[in-house]
């Protein structure tokens, strides 16, 4: 019964922590300790100083003003107020800068646009080299680079974008450039809609008008005829006076032979003379095609954009954090020379 107990007592003392011993050889082995931490840190002050450098800046955008747009608001003005007169479209639809702006962002954000846009710079050209894979991953990390997001109005935040160089000058004037960009495909791009709206609506109008024509064209040519046959039938029947008390404008057709010879020639006469009539509406029409028939103006350098934010040189990098580096590798270093410490005091 004694033996096994005093067993026992020797294994649970076995597998006690000794809290003491081990700050006791940790305090010896010190030197380990700092010296391999110390190293550490400079390992990795010394890489910063190799290492790529990041630097990023940001832009917050807004939708613009109408002198913004310039002549674009006018003429995409002038084509809504024609869908709205014609019942084509709403009077509550979004405004021009909200559609301007739309259409920015939709640039701003896409992939393809990023592409065109490295692809055309002198950043990326200069760091080519020759090799197509190597090249296009290239590319597409500079493509990632360029981070949109979206706004927020619930948390009232606005659209921003960043972009990442190697240098602060370089993250500035490539941010401003990249936007300037985006903003000139936008105004392309609705300039395009707006040509291809105002040729539309230049169709629509040139129907429009030649419809009022034929239908003004057919008026008269009936209203002729039922002269003319008037006309004849008074002659035949030799009436040379007016005979009926009835008003000639209240007079149907089938008995305007009774206005006599005189009257009908007179009215022939002067039917010929002024030919077919046309409402106000044709007149307002005929005056919206020739405005149309000049087509639009377009201006290629209309800003759809306006800055809350204008992009500057960043006065911190990114990456590498120099100090984050030293005290992180320095913490690593630490626990590995401790473990150095532990294992030679172990083999003592």
């Known amino acids: 019964m004694i033996q096994p107990a005093s067993e026992a007592t020797s294994t649970a003392t076995e597998n006690e922590l000794d809290i003491r011993g081990l700050f006791r050889t940790l305090w010896s082995g010190k030197l380990w300790i700092g010296g391999v931490a110390l190293l550490f840190a400079l390992f990795a002050l010394a890489w910063t100083f190799f290492a790529p450098q990041e630097w990023s800046a940001t832009a917050i955008t807004d939708r613009p003003t109408v002198n ?22 709403s009077a509550d639809q979004p405004s021009v800068m909200d559609e301007a702006y739309k259409e920015f962002i939709m640039q701003l954000a896409s992939w393809d646009t990023r592409r065109d846009f490295w692809s055309q710079t002198d950043y990326y050209k200069q760091r080519r080299v020759g090799n197509s894979k190597e090249d296009a991953a290239m590319l597409d990390e ?3 680079n360029i981070q949109y997001t979206p706004g927020d109005a619930a948390r009232n935040l606005k659209d921003n974008v960043k972009l990442i160089a190697e240098t602060a000058p370089d993250a500035n004037n490539l941010l401003r450039q990249y936007v300037a960009f985006a903003s000139q495909r936008a105004a392309s791009h609705l300039n395009d809609e707006l040509k291809g709206a105002w040729a539309a609506r230049t ?28 006309l004849k039938v008074a002659e035949q029947n030799n009436i040379s006076r007016n005979e009926t008390e009835v008003p000639p404008d209240e007079l149907p057709d089938s008995e305007l032979f009774m206005l006599g010879r005189p009257m009908l020639k007179a009215r022939l006469e002067n039917l010929q003379a002024v030919g ?12 919206m095609l020739n405005t ?36 992180m590798w320095g913490i690593v270093g630490a626990l590995t020379g401790a473990g150095v410490a532990l294992t030679r005091r172990r083999s003592d």
């Open 142 to 144: 500079l493509i990632n």
């Open 276 to 287: 077919p009539q046309f409402d106000l509406d044709y007149d307002q029409n005929r005056a």
């Open 203 to 230: 169709i629509q109008m040139k129907a429009q008008v030649k419809r009022q024509e034929e239908v003004a064209k057919a008026i008269y040519n009936r209203r002729q005829r039922n002269v003319e046959q008037a």
């Open 68 to 89: 913004m747009l310039g002549g674009y608001y006018s003429q995409q003005q002038f084509l809504r107020n024609l869908d709205v007169k014609a019942n084509l479209a």
């Open 292 to 327: 149309l028939n000049v087509g639009p103006t377009l201006d290629p350098r209309f800003q759809t954009y306006r800055y809350l934010r204008t992009p500057e040189e960043p006065v911190k990098r990114d990456s590498p954090r120099r100090a984050f580096m030293m005290i």
